[in-house]
Structures are given as C-alpha cells and as structure tokens.
C-alpha cells in the first residue's frame, strides 16, 4: 500500500494548493456546469479562505505515487503558453515510467 500522509498546509505551499484546486475545479466542472474564468482559473474563495482565514485549516494529503512509478527519471519544464505572452508560462512534468511486469505477456490489440 502507498505510504499516504496528512499535514497542516502552510505558505510555501501555496502554489501546490493554487494547482491542484485549479484541477479540483476543473474535474468537478462537469458535474457543477461552472466554466473558467477567460484566463482559464475558476474562483478560488474558498481556497483563499483556506490559507487567510484563522478559522480554516488546510490540510495538504500526499502520496508517493510519482516516486514510486518514475523514481527519479522525470523532468520539469516552464513552456511559454502559446499566442498568451502575458501570461506566465506553464509546468510541464514527464516522466518516464517502466511497463508492468505483466505487459510483456499481454497481448497487444491492432
């Protein structure tokens, strides 16, 4: 079983909470009919509420899924986001990862 851990979130990880909000939203936007903001963001009051607010407590959950499949074959990239120069550009992360043990003996549908 991955080894999964709950911590109190605090400034420095805040561009950690502000992506994977960002995501949240997204994912949810098909059930919520909410759609983005023109630069692509969805409102965010509720997070912001989150890391200002004394009476919230955000909670950051991690994993070590990404380790655990690429160790330490995977890269970050910022790329410029086309025909948007004034935004700022975008993390791109890849990683390599080996096929499962099993895959070989699978066969492969043309």
Do not use: N
């Amino acid at each position: 079983m991955t080894d999964v851990s709950a911590r109190l979130a605090d400034a420095s990880d805040r561009p950690v909470l502000e992506r994977l909000w960002l995501l949240f939203q997204h994912d949810m936007s098909e059930f919520s009919g909410v759609l983005p903001h023109p630069d692509g963001t969805f409102r965010s009051e509720r997070l912001e509420a989150a890391v200002t607010r004394a009476d919230w407590a955000p909670y950051l959950l991690t994993s070590g899924t990404a380790p655990d499949i690429a160790g330490d074959a995977w890269t970050e990239e910022r790329r410029p986001v086309p025909g948007r120069p004034g935004l700022p550009p975008d993390s791109w992360i890849t990683f390599a990862s080996p096929p499962p043990p099993d895959a070989q003996s699978r066969p492969v549908k043309a």
